[in-house]
């Protein structure tokens, strides 16, 4: 799944494409259609396909961010302003082109599900091979609460003392570190594959209990966080899977990470083992993290 890096290298490389143009048609494949008629509400939320559709014509992009996981698309329209929140799910991909047929995989050109044409001639479109990403058309943020809970972001002066302070509270002192720092609400941003790398750097066994940590090392491992991610940024992100950036672009960081996916340790030697903590599969090194 996409983590904070590969969100941030999308909304950037998007910015070009998107910013003061005017949405002037939506199109909504069939298989998100079929979804909504049996209850499952794939890709678009909280609004029939037709409707998103209705509403989404005649907003201009004001501008696109990234906060976490999810891109905002600011928007305004001679009604007001409101907000698309985009998340990329497992497979999600944008491609800005002017034709569908300049989408060179084939995996993304048969799974195109959201359409925005633009004013300015290009077509903003959404690939989706599982259809687990989202798109939530808000008046504002606070119409959909999930988004008012997420941690500060790990770069924000304000993230590290609102980490500590959570490293405290009773529901978190016995849960595995691992799970602690992939938790949105404690750092926003950090999933398996940095919070992985982050541990190792650090030495740290991923399922070490929250509360068997000092305050000194929790720290650390905070700024270990906060280092592999501006790390990945500068390097496109991680291109793993079924990720990828803008029309299809890959990032590089894959070629950098020490222990995600690792079958020996960089370090000592030893074979990585495997454990399942907070839903994912965690790697690490039995030898050098305690």
């Known amino acids: 799944m996409p983590e904070l890096p590969e969100v941030e290298g999308v909304v950037e490389s998007l910015r070009p494409f998107v910013i003061d143009q005017t949405i002037v048609a939506v199109h909504v ?16 939320k909280g609004a029939t396909p037709e409707d998103f559709q209705n509403a989404m014509v005649g907003y201009r992009i004001t501008s696109l961010i990234r906060r976490s996981k999810y891109m905002f698309f600011d928007l305004m329209n001679e009604k007001g302003a409101a907000v698309l ?6 497979t999600g991909a944008w491609f800005p082109v002017h034709s569908l047929d300049e ?11 959201v359409v925005f044409e633009l004013s300015g001639g290009y ?34 002066e304000e993230g590290l003392p609102h980490y500590l302070e959570m490293a405290q509270r009773t ?3 016995n849960k595995p570190i691992k799970e602690f720092i992939m938790d949105g609400h404690v750092i926003s941003g950090c999933g398996n594959i940095y919070a992985t790398e982050a541990l190792f750097r650090m030495r740290i066994h991923p399922s070490r209990k929250v509360g068997r940590i000092s305050t ?20 496109g992100g991680s291109s793993i899977s079924d990720y990828r950036n803008v029309n299809g672009g ?6 950098f990470l020490q222990m995600y996916g690792k079958k020996t340790c960089p370090t000592c030697g030893t074979a990585t083992k495997q454990k399942v903590i907070g839903g994912r599969t965690s790697t690490y090194c039995p030898t050098c993290q305690k």
């Open 29 to 44: 494949s069939d298989q998100v259609r079929k979804s909504h008629i049996e209850g499952k509400q794939a890709i678009i």
């Open 85 to 90: 929140v985009g998340h990329l799910g497992m």
């Open 103 to 113: 989408i060179t995989e084939t995996k993304f050109r048969n799974h195109v599900h």
């Open 123 to 156: 077509l903003l479109v959404y690939s989706d091979i599982r259809r687990f990403g989202e798109m939530r058309l808000l008046n504002d943020i606070s119409d959909h609460p999930p988004l008012l809970q997420m941690a500060p972001e790990p770069f924000a």
């Open 171 to 173: 529901k978190y002192i």
């Open 216 to 235: 000194a090392r929790k720290m650390a491992l905070y700024e270990a966080i906060v280092a592999v991610l501006r790390e990945s940024i500068e390097r």
């Open 250 to 255: 890959a990032g590089s960081m894959q070629h």
